[in-house]
């Protein structure tokens, strides 16, 4: 599966975003669908996840309750709607897709075997 990340951009401190990933090859409900996000000098880590059987979602607790992913089969996406930002939430933001659908795993980075580019979130204060 090849995945198209999107939405990215500048915004103010308090503002709200949706990111969106876009996926060809193979439907995106056959896969356990994650957001993970860089920041400049940090680790990858872990946002979001959407799992591939039952949709049940995970987060990291940085953005639970602020965040929110999504799955538009129709569409062949997965979306992040990320509110209330602030300077933390400033990186670059990947979509991720995986076979596993164990719930201890699917925050690990090595558990996605597919990876969409980047797109960068800037939140200014």
């Known amino acids: 599966v090849q995945l198209q990340a999107s939405g990215g951009g500048l915004v103010q401190a308090g503002g709200s975003l949706r990111l969106s990933c876009a996926a060809s090859?193979?439907?995106?409900?056959?896969?356990?669908m994650a957001w993970f996000r860089q920041a400049p000098g940090k680790e990858r880590e872990f946002v979001a996840a959407i799992r591939r059987f039952g949709g049940s979602t995970a987060y990291a607790d940085s953005v639970k309750g602020r965040f929110t992913i999504s799955r538009d089969n129709a569409k062949n996406s997965v979306y992040l709607q990320m509110n209330s930002l602030n300077n933390e939430d400033t990186a670059v933001y990947y979509c991720?897709?995986?076979?596993?659908?164990?719930?201890?795993?699917?925050?690990?980075?090595?558990?996605?075997?597919?990876w969409g580019q980047g797109t960068q979130v800037t939140v200014s204060s």
């Open positions: 090859g193979r439907t995106v409900s056959a896969y356990t």
């Open positions: 991720a897709g995986s076979m596993t659908n164990i719930l201890s795993t699917i925050a690990r980075r090595a558990s996605y075997e597919f």
